[in-house]
């Protein structure tokens, strides 16, 4: 009987050995971290798309949908504390393609470096974010480069053709008198140099050339005589006569006629100046003039000039020199070369244009006065770093694009724009020729970046930073008391996990 007893309490005893072995086994392996399949040991879960987060056992992240990871023991951003782990290089967090081998400042930028370990992951500047590529796919994402383009974008402006103010001229007679006779009788007429206008009578003219007729006459009689100085004061009284009839406005040939019929002209005929269209008339028959009254107004159209209006936000392209095409209406495909001559220093307030002037060849005069025409300006070509308009997100106050860092991450970049090229805007700094940028769906990534960030921001439980930040240490797990109630549905994995 004794024996028996003895037999039992053994095997109680061997049960409940067995039974608290299994349970504190079990325990064990639900409170540290599993090994993976082939035998390496993981340190820690963590959430891709956010890596600042971490946990003590596998899950799902609640607010991105993303499976947690595991970091392996022998790999990873997180396999060693830093002070153990061996520096590759330091680089310049805002442009991680500069690299050093010892700490200090990057020289282009001033910016401190920062060290790369050895296992760790792409340092990425702060506020990068990632888009799965579904979701990329859904938003309509694509992709392309910074890249300088030459600027072939024409300047277009409107303008109107007007005589060239340095050929026009104005008829005038230096004497009063009568008009006898007129040989341009309208507004427009195409006149020669040295053709006859009008012929006019006056008093003085008629007196003067007596004058001069007069001299002439003294001369012969002085010629003979016995005078001293006599010979010499005729010719100083013709000189003085024959001036005086230039100054009236007689020329050469007239003056010569006089000499030679030896009586004075009655009428005088006044003639065209120069080459060119009457655009003004104002001699009539038997009318009195006198020297204040503008007979005629001769321009010469050979040569006119162009008065565009460039808008304001266009003048910093338009040059003195610089060349342009002009074309008519009425003449399409016919194309005159023109140049600027003259750049107005003021603005026109109320069309906010400045007033350029060109000059243009006019042959065959098809450039009529007050005809509007279009001028084409073609700037001078400079390579510009340029983006598509797309790739932009404007807010008004700032100016962002999304530049590929690979792997779905995207880092929302302030960048500062110029000039827009057609579809291309300038970028005078923020960018590097040949960085990869979002090209389209712009607003959808920036709304996504926000949700991000918003999510991030109400997961009290867990530090959701940018990518590329440094990963905080997530808080010890603690048991929950025995009254506390069950944390909520959808957030197992985040924040304290408590242990079974």
């Given at each position: ?5 003895a037999?039992?309490l ?14 504190y ?24 798309m ?35 782990r ?11 393609n ?17 060290p ?21 796919q ?17 300047v ?19 004497i009063?008198?009568?008009?006898e ?9 195409l ?11 006056s ?6 050339q007596?004058?001069y ?10 010629r003979q ?17 024959r ?12 003056i ?12 005088i ?5 120069v ?17 204040e ?5 001769i321009?010469?159209l ?26 008519l ?23 906010r ?8 060849d006019n ?40 530049v ?6 995207l880092?929302?970049r ?16 923020g ?25 991030a921001?109400?997961?009290?439980g867990?530090?959701?930073?940018a ?34």
């Amino acid at each position: 009987m004794k024996a028996g007893s003895a037999i039992i309490l053994i095997l109680l005893f061997a049960a409940a050995g067995f039974v608290g072995g299994v349970s504190y086994s079990r325990r064990s392996k639900e409170s540290a971290p599993a090994g993976s399949k082939d035998g390496r040991k993981i340190l820690y879960w963590h959430d891709p798309m956010h890596p600042a987060y971490k946990s003590d056992k596998p899950g799902i992240a609640p607010d991105c949908g993303m499976r947690l990871e595991p970091v392996y023991a022998d790999g990873g951003p997180e396999a060693a504390a830093e002070e153990n782990r061996r520096i590759l290089h330091y680089h310049d967090p805002q442009d991680p393609n500069y690299k050093s081998d010892k700490p200090g400042l990057n020289p282009e930028t001033g910016n401190e470096l920062a060290p790369v370990y050895e296992g760790a992951g792409p340092a990425l500047p702060p506020g990068t974010f990632q888009v799965s590529p579904e979701k990329q796919q859904l938003i309509g994402v694509r992709y392309g480069q910074a890249q300088y383009v030459s600027e072939s974008q024409t300047v277009r402006a409107v303008g109107r053709v007007t005589a060239d103010e340095t050929r026009i001229a104005r008829v005038h007679t230096r004497i009063e008198g009568w008009i006898e006779k007129v040989y341009v009788d309208f507004t427009g007429q195409l006149v020669k140099q040295g053709q006859p206008m009008v012929t006019l009578y006056s008093p003085e003219m008629l007196a003067s050339q007596q004058e001069y007729l007069l001299a002439l006459r003294a001369k012969d009689l002085l010629r003979q005589s016995t005078l001293p100085g006599a010979a010499e004061d005729s010719h100083s009284l013709i000189d003085v006569s024959r001036r005086r009839l230039e100054l009236w406005g007689l020329g050469e040939e007239q003056i010569e006629e006089i000499s030679r019929a030896g009586k004075p002209l009655t009428n005088i005929t006044i003639h065209s100046p120069v080459t060119g269209f009457v655009t003004a008339r104002n001699a009539f028959l038997k009318q009195k003039i006198s020297p204040e009254t503008e007979l005629y107004t001769i321009a010469d159209l050979s040569r006119v000039w162009i008065m565009a209006d460039v808008f304001e936000s266009d003048a910093e392209l338009i040059q003195l020199g610089q060349a342009a095409t002009v074309t008519l209406s009425y003449l399409p495909g016919k194309r005159f070369p023109a140049r600027v001559t003259y750049i107005q220093p003021q603005l026109d307030a109320e069309t906010r244009t400045l007033k350029v002037r060109l000059e243009a060849d006019n042959p065959e005069f098809q450039l009529k006065p007050e005809m509007f025409a279009d001028v084409d300006f073609t700037p001078r070509r400079q390579a510009r770093l340029a983006v598509p308009t797309g790739a932009v997100l404007d807010s008004g106050l700032r100016q962002t694009v999304f530049v590929d860092r690979g792997n779905g991450y995207l880092e929302p970049r302030d960048v500062t724009t110029g000039r827009r090229m057609g579809d291309q805007v300038e970028i005078l700094s923020g960018l590097k020729a040949g960085e990869r940028i979002a090209t389209s769906g712009t607003f959808l990534i920036d709304s996504e970046s926000q949700l991000k960030a918003a999510a991030a921001g109400m997961a009290g439980g867990h530090q959701h930073g940018a990518a590329g930040s440094a990963p905080a240490t997530p808080p010890a797990p603690a048991a929950p008391p025995p009254s506390a109630a069950p944390p909520a549905a959808g957030h197992e994995g985040h924040g304290a996990h408590p242990h079974d």
